[in-house]
């Protein structure tokens, strides 16, 4: 089974920049979409960024200019380069991949990785 694991979270102050990874087992390719999303306290997990297989890009109207997600395909990782980061940018970002097993939609996720902007 693939697995996938985040890396690159920790504490910022509000203005600064991470870059989150998120490491596959096997090739990232065999996703149709892979995407990040966050869950706040108190907040419903939302989706921050997804790219498919094709390279196309979709960003949550919050993050919108100052994120962006990429990914080496060699390496089997993607990315979220996060700036200008916000105190309400805090949260655990999950990595998630999806695509078709036997017909059925098959999704995997990391077990995050936290990210805090302090004021």
């Known amino acids: 089974q693939v697995q996938l694991v985040e890396s690159g979270g920790g504490l910022v102050q509000a203005g600064g920049s991470l870059r989150l990874s998120c490491a596959a087992s096997g090739s990232i390719f065999s996703f149709n979409t892979m995407g990040w999303y966050r869950q706040a306290p108190g907040k419903q997990q939302e989706l921050v960024a997804s790219i498919i297989r094709g390279g196309s890009t979709n960003y949550a109207d919050s993050v919108k200019g100052r994120f962006t997600i990429s990914r080496v395909i060699a390496k089997n990782t993607v990315y979220l380069q996060m700036n200008s980061l916000k105190p309400e940018d805090t949260a655990v970002y999950y990595c998630?991949?999806?695509?078709?097993?036997?017909?059925?939609?098959?999704?995997?996720w990391g077990q995050g990785t936290q990210v805090t902007v302090s004021s």
């Open positions: 998630k991949g999806d695509r078709w097993e036997n017909d059925m939609p098959y999704v995997i």
